[in-house]
């Protein structure tokens, strides 16, 4: 599944709520009531961040991938990007400050 990184004061859904589970501690993860579609991931060790499908925009097309992580849960068949940055694991390395900003993103939707 693929995710943008957003600044956390960034960030807001355009129309309607969330719904919310708390999946393990310390991590809250929304999704679509009406018909279960992840939406966001959010970690309080990354209090100032929140991860967004990126199927869930508008025009997730604008949103094109920049790196590939947790590659050690990769399955077998899926193939890699030899362009793109690669993790075997996580990478929040400066993930809010480099983060598109909302505000930017919806105007990139316009």
Same mark, same amino acid.
């Given at each position: 599944?693929? *995710? ?13 709520? &969330? ?9 809250? %993860? ?11 991931? #959010?970690? $309080? ?6 991860? $967004? ?8 097309? %604008?949103?094109?991938?920049?790196? #590939?992580? *947790?590659? #050690?849960?990769? $399955?077998? *068949? ?20 480099? &983060?598109?900003? $909302? ?5 990139? %939707? #316009?």
């Amino acid at each position: 599944m693929a *995710w943008i990184t957003v600044a956390r004061v960034d960030f807001a859904f355009a129309r309607g709520d &969330a719904s919310a589970c708390a999946s393990s501690p310390g991590v809250l %993860r929304r999704f679509c009531g009406a018909c279960g579609s992840p939406l966001t991931y #959010e970690n $309080v060790a990354h209090p100032t961040s929140v991860d $967004v499908t990126t199927a869930s925009l508008d025009d997730p097309g %604008r949103f094109a991938p920049t790196i #590939e992580l *947790w590659l #050690e849960q990769k $399955v077998a *068949w899926q193939a890699l990007d030899p362009r793109l940055a690669h993790h075997s694991r996580g990478s929040n390395e400066g993930a809010a400050e480099d &983060a598109p900003r $909302v505000d930017q993103a919806q105007s990139m %939707r #316009e």
